[in-house]
């Protein structure tokens, strides 16, 4: 079944970490870029980072730069996405979602809620 | 970043056509177009097109893009109960290095 399942949301206080796994199957992951793109409660969507599919380039959106590192494992068919120094603002459900050009965003998990509260 | 731009709200009648709009610059939809995705309340987004009028197998062909310009377009003939939801367009911005999204468009079927 092709599929991507996000885990590691949580609640945290500002200032703090959380690490964001997405793990992939049904397809071949390692021939994928992947993003992550998040969402605010009723909000729109934002993305958030991009990585090539062997890891080689990453881009980031500036509201996260320097906070946020997106990294994947291809023997392990999972990506990540560290966030660091978190913000109330970064408060949203963080989705995963495939980047293989040009049909990027073409599957989706279904989200993993981070809170970033006192 | 600065992102695309999208009405808020667009309200059309059951099996009427709706017409999306989504603005950017030549460094995005210019460029290399958009993609149009849709979001049901409560769920993930959904791809509708890509690169201006692709649509990913699956997709009903009542759902067309097209770009003129800086600005894309998506097409929505027909519209059935559950069209309703909210679309987003997004482009890879190549000034910023980044994607962008659209403030997104919340379709009302009357």
């Known amino acids: 079944q092709v599929q991507l399942v996000e885990s590691g949301g949580g609640v945290v206080q500002p200032g703090g970490s959380l690490r964001l796994s997405c793990a992939a199957s049904?397809?071949?992951?390692?021939?994928?870029?992947m993003h992550w793109v998040r969402q605010a409660q009723g909000k729109g969507l934002e993305w958030v980072a991009i990585?090539?599919?062997?890891?080689?380039?990453?881009y980031y959106a500036d509201s996260v730069k320097g906070r946020f590192t997106i990294s994947r494992d291809n023997s392990k068919n999972t990506l990540y996405l560290q966030l660091n120094s978190l913000r109330a603002e970064d408060t949203a459900v963080y989705y995963c979602?495939?980047?293989?050009?040009?049909?990027?965003?073409?599957?989706w998990g279904q989200g993993t809620l981070v809170t970033v509260s006192s | 970043q600065a992102g695309l731009t999208q009405p808020p709200s667009v309200s059309k009648g059951l099996r009427q056509t709706a017409t999306l709009t989504c603005t950017g610059n030549?460094?995005?939809?210019?460029?290399?177009?958009a993609a149009w995705l849709q979001q049901h309340q409560g769920h993930p987004p959904k791809l509708l097109s890509y690169?201006?009028?692709n649509r990913p197998s699956g997709i009903s062909e009542r759902f067309s893009a097209s770009r003129s310009g800086n600005t894309a377009s998506l097409t929505i003939t027909g519209l059935l109960p559950e069209d309703e939801a909210d679309y987003y367009c997004?482009?890879?911005?190549?000034?910023?290095?980044?994607?962008?999204f659209g403030g997104g468009t919340k379709l009302t079927v009357l």
């Open positions: 690169r201006n009028n």
């Open positions: 049904g397809f071949s992951f390692s021939d994928y870029g």
């Open positions: 979602a495939t980047g293989a050009t040009p049909q990027n965003f073409d599957l």
């Open positions: 990585i090539w599919y062997d890891g080689s380039n990453k």
């Open positions: 030549s460094n995005n939809v210019g460029d290399q177009g």
């Open positions: 997004s482009a890879w911005d190549s000034s910023l290095s980044a994607w962008v």
